[in-house]
């Protein structure tokens, strides 16, 4: 009974380079959050997705970050030419549906330095 | 706009003292999660409250739902040093997903 799992749990890029998160989430789970929670403060909603589609990326910086949840595979987080803000604990969820209250089930996280 | 306020941000207590977390809104909640975090770790749900007035008991904890469904507080008692960690409270409502920025629960020996 695997939970989410996210990889890697530790990823270390010089500015400039591509950061790629990579989320896999409960089985039989279709929908999938990310977050972005840095020093000292709370959880940031990202982006939630259903396979294949973008429900809500209102959380999304508008420029070099992108997601996808590809009907095969997993979720990607992937972020271009990274800078030292983007230093942060990447989290991934999943919950069954999308439903008001649905339970999100969490990832360990990946944990992003940018040098 | 911070749509969850939680208060204290953080809170340093002695083994065996009482203690209790808030998480208020000026809308209400469709239903209320409360998570701890541990460092190095993501959040794990504790509980879930949907009705107002309800409140649900955790071993040592306590949750309850305001009857307004505006506010929640989480109440620990005879804390222990294994319920240090960073609690937060989360409202999903109608996709629009929300933490609060945690309270974070130091209980020292």
């Known amino acids: 009974n695997a939970g989410v799992m996210q990889n890697p749990r530790h990823l270390v890029r010089r500015r400039g380079q591509e950061a790629r998160l990579r989320c896999s989430p409960m089985?039989?789970?279709?929908?999938v959050y990310w977050y972005r929670q840095l020093p000292e403060e709370g959880l940031k909603f990202m982006v939630y997705?259903?396979?294949?589609?973008?429900?809500?990326e209102s959380g999304m910086p508008k420029e070099r970050f992108s997601a996808e949840f590809p009907k095969e595979g997993p979720s990607i987080l992937r972020i271009q030419q990274v800078v030292r803000g983007d230093s942060a604990a990447y989290f991934c969820?999943?919950?069954?549906?999308?439903?008001?209250?649905?339970?999100?089930?969490f990832g360990p996280g990946t944990r992003l330095l940018v040098l | 706009t911070q749509l969850l306020e939680q208060s204290p941000q953080f809170l340093s207590i002695q083994e065996g003292e009482n203690l209790t977390v808030y998480c208020n809104s000026s809308?209400?909640?469709?239903?209320l999660q409360w998570y701890r975090q541990e460092p190095g770790e993501g959040p794990v749900l504790l509980v879930t409250?949907?009705?107002?007035?309800e409140v649900k008991k955790l071993k040592r904890l306590t949750f309850q739902f305001g009857d307004a469904r505006k506010d929640s507080s989480l109440h620990i008692t005879a804390a222990q040093p294994g319920d240090t960690g960073l609690y937060l409270c989360?409202?999903?409502?109608?996709?629009?997903?929300?933490f609060g920025a945690g309270t974070t629960v130091t209980v020292r020996a």
């Open positions: 409250v949907v009705t107002g007035g």
């Open positions: 089985k039989g789970h279709s929908h």
């Open positions: 989360f409202r999903s409502n109608d996709y629009k997903l929300s």
């Open positions: 809308s209400v909640f469709s239903s």
């Open positions: 997705l259903q396979k294949e589609n973008i429900i809500d």
């Open positions: 969820a999943s919950s069954l549906s999308g439903g008001r209250g649905e339970t999100q089930y």
